[in-house]
């Protein structure tokens, strides 16, 4: 038997963390750990549960849950963030994620689909709205595609492709040496390592379909 997944619930109302803890204690392969209310309660709860996943509130007296996420992040908690809120207005929720939020969820979200989100959180995966999605995309995509040139764009795209230097120089009609040079210039402009994250980064930042 695998073990559970340990998951911290973090919300200043008593009612709600009772809740959930009473629903996914019933789950299989869920069980809570602890319990806070408020951001500067889940860094220290988590300190001391070591939780896998922590379902997070947004907005809670004190340190909200923006804070909680830094928190954690800088305490050096590995545990996997799943938002919980009641905001419906998209944007609300961007700087939960942009602080390493692994996916958000809506209160209003029927309890067995809460289990699989977080189950979901847990494996690796990114769990956000479509809506959400798509502001984050944009985002990402006027911060780190603006500043690339028609002709990196196009690198770009070839090597999301999968497409090698001499593949990229034939297809553009340039000479290796100065596919190179681009290439050296859009993982420096997307601040990535190698060709193989720069794809993924633009993929995921809507630059080029996937």
């Known amino acids: 038997m695998a ?4 998951v911290l619930v973090v919300d200043d109302h008593p009612v709600v963390r009772q809740g959930l803890r009473t629903f996914l204690d019933l789950q299989d392969g869920l069980s809570v750990v602890g ?3 408020d951001g500067a309660g889940a860094v220290a ?8 996943v922590v379902l997070l509130d947004l907005r809670m007296p004190g340190a909200d849950g923006v804070v909680a996420l830094h928190g954690l992040r800088s305490s050096g908690s590995a545990a996997r963030v799943l938002i919980i809120t009641s905001f419906t207005e998209p944007a609300a929720v961007l700087p939960a994620l942009r602080a390493g939020a692994a996916g958000c969820v809506y209160k209003d979200i029927d309890p067995p689909a809460l289990a699989a989100a977080i189950r979901a959180v847990h494996a690796g995966h990114v769990l956000l709205h479509p809506d959400v999605a798509r502001l984050l995309a944009e985002g990402e995509t006027r911060r780190a595609g603006a500043h690339l040139t028609g002709r990196e764009h196009e690198v770009l795209a070839a090597i999301a492709r999968g497409r090698a230097n001499r593949e990229i120089a034939r297809e553009l009609g340039l000479s290796e040496k100065t596919v190179k040079t681009h ?3 859009i993982l420096a402009k997307l601040g990535v390592q190698d060709r193989t994250q720069a794809a993924l980064h633009a993929v995921r930042a809507g630059i080029v379909d996937a």
């Open 45 to 52: 709860e988590a300190e001391r549960v070591r939780p896998d």
């Open 35 to 37: 319990e806070a209310a």
């Open 183 to 185: 290439v050296s210039a």
């Open 3 to 6: 073990e559970p997944i340990r």
